[in-house]
Nanobody
């Protein structure tokens, strides 16, 4: 089973930037969806950003548009989440996830629920100090 390994979390001051990375453990087909979720204690895991490797479509949660950018290197099977202008509201554990069927990306966008993703990273803490 393909494993996802995350890195890049940490502590940053409000207004600062972080880049998260998510590497797949083995060569995979290019036609899948990579997503980043985040979760605060006591809250549901929410979709922050997603990319469809088959056609390059992207999705962003409204509150991160213009600040976060999802990208990746398909040859390295690695996705990135560049996070700029971070605020305390962005503080959470961030998870990368993969849906190995790109056709799940519908007319309205990517799968939005955690259960729709098959593989998960271990999570990385992002802490933003005010």
């Amino acid at each position: 089973q393909v494993q996802l390994v995350e890195s890049g979390g940490g502590l940053v001051q409000a207004g600062g930037s972080l880049r998260l990375s998510c590497a797949a453990s083995e060569r995979t087909l290019s036609r899948y969806i990579m997503a980043w979720f985040r979760q605060d204690p006591g809250k549901e895991r929410e979709l922050v950003a997603a990319i469809n490797w088959s056609d390059g479509k992207t999705y962003y949660k409204e509150s991160v548009k213009g600040r976060f950018t999802i990208s990746g290197d398909n040859a390295k099977n690695t996705a990135y989440l560049q996070m700029n202008s971070l605020t305390p509201e962005d503080m959470a554990v961030y998870y990368c996830a993969a849906d190995w069927d790109a056709s799940d990306w519908g007319l309205w966008g990517p799968p939005m629920r955690p259960y729709q993703y098959t593989s998960w990273g271990q999570g990385t803490q992002v802490t933003v100090s005010s």
